[in-house]
């Protein structure tokens, strides 16, 4: 469930709860459903910010440069070597 989502049943779950004149259609308590959907669109916008800031967090990088020397016929060659590792 995202953010935006997690809003739209709180909006949801409000209109029912608070703006129908109608407590009850057909056998259903519109105003208990409307109290629903808002504690389902909270409990929804509460993960979406918790996954979205952990998506977000700081990353950790380690770099590693190796330079060897290595002697050839030709001459000295020198190799250089990096390695990234983003966790």
Known sequence: MTIG???GL???GAIL???VESDAIGGFN????GYILMLGG???LI???GLMSRRAGPRRTSR???VEQNQTANGTE??????NVID
């Open 10 to 12: 709180i909006i949801l």
């Open 17 to 19: 709860a608070f703006g």
């Open 42 to 44: 909270a409990v929804g």
């Open 5 to 7: 989502s997690g809003i």
């Open 78 to 83: 020198t190799v250089r070597r990096s390695d």
């Open 47 to 49: 993960i979406g910010i």
């Open 30 to 33: 519109l105003q208990f459903i």
């Open 64 to 66: 590693t440069e190796v």
